[in-house]
């Protein structure tokens, strides 16, 4: 007798851009490289909470973060296992509203191709004078400003999950020596060294870029804090692909507008969308780009269900998930 399907609910975010949306389409084509998992599904869609109840009380997974997220223990009593189609979930903190004993995972695994490419871009343009260069053409300024070789310059790369090994391994890419820093001196295959958290004040000063790559927790909140920008070399620059709150961007500015610091390339601020009127748009030497560095714009969907499929599997045979996050501590 066939074993009973296991309804699975996807929840879609219409604010987020359609890379994000997983549409029949999109889970159609999932299921056809995933042929024996699929069939163990029965599958719901919805939109940005307009969910019908019934969905939700017989769900026993479910993909996306339902909105609104109260009353969810009594709303979703079958629910065992619920994943968030993005790395970070420091919007999701704390975590009070999870039902007890329900599994809870995030898409770490997703970005890593994607985050080594805009890496090995954004030590070039550093590296490069880039930020410079393109600030002359603007103003209709010749000047040739010359650079090394980037072979043999240090990268500090501030967290060694899915997002940093990627820029530590385009940091190798390039001939830099990495140094890696996160909450343990476990190994990295990527870097040359680790070392905890602690040991930051006095691995910055010999970074030639710095490279924040954490989630977001009270533990990294102004992780790259004002006396820590203060013991960095005039000539280093620094790379946000965290989260903006990480560091201190205030800080940050001065440093770049007195000429302490060579650049800086930010692909997350706040509020996201940056206002018109926000000063960070008039800082020299600052590339900001729109939080575009580690998602794959044409297979971002196929990626994250790919990885959610294999997660199934482990599911099925009562294995432990892979990236489940710690209701506890929200990593």
């Known amino acids: 007798m066939p074993a ?10 219409l604010r987020k851009p359609s890379i994000y949306h997983i549409t029949p389409e999109r889970w159609e084509a999932a299921c056809a490289r995933h042929r024996a998992l699929a069939r163990r599904l029965r599958v719901t869609i919805g939109w940005d909470g307009d969910t019908p109840d019934e969905a939700l009380r017989t769900a026993e997974m479910i993909i996306g973060v339902p909105a609104p997220r109260d009353h969810l223990s009594a709303r979703a009593p079958a629910l065992r296992w619920m994943h968030a189609t993005s790395a970070g979930i420091d919007g999701l903190l704390p975590l009070d509203w999870l039902p007890r004993g329900v599994a809870f995972t995030n898409n770490r695994g997703a ?18 004078r880039m930020p410079q260069i393109i600030a002359n053409q603007l103003a209709r300024h010749w ?20 997002l940093g090994e990627a820029a530590a391994r385009a940091a190798k890419q390039l001939g830099l020596e990495v140094i890696g ?40 909140h102004n992780l790259l804090s004002r006396e820590r920008l203060a013991l960095m070399k005039s000539t280093a620059g620094v790379i946000n692909i965290s989260r903006a709150a990480v560091a201190d961007y205030a800080a940050l500015t001065e440093k770049l507008q007195r000429g302490e610091l060579a650049g800086a390339i930010l692909d997350v601020v706040d509020p996201e969308p940056l206002p018109a009127a926000s000063p960070l748009w008039d800082v020299p030497n600052l590339i900001i780009t729109p939080h575009i560095s580690c998602d794959d714009g044409e297979h971002y969907v196929d990626i994250s269900l790919d990885l959610w499929f294999e997660n199934l599997a482990r599911f099925l045979q009562n294995k432990p998930l892979r990236q489940r996050v710690d209701p506890r501590r929200g990593y």
Request: aromatic share 8%.
């Open 181 to 220: 820093v996160r909450r343990t001196a476990r190994k990295s295959r990527y870097a040359d060294a680790v070392h905890p958290y602690f040991r930051l004040d006095r691995l910055l000063p010999k970074a030639d870029f710095v490279v924040l790559a954490v989630p977001l927790t009270p533990e990294t």
């Open 143 to 162: 000047e040739q400003l010359f650079s090394s070789s980037l072979a043999g310059r240090t990268a500090l790369i501030v967290g060694l999950g899915d």
């Open 111 to 128: 970005h890593g191709v994607k985050a080594g490419q805009f890496m090995r871009m954004a030590f070039t343009m550093l590296h490069t």
């Open 4 to 13: 009973r399907p296991i309804h699975l609910h996807i929840e879609n975010a």
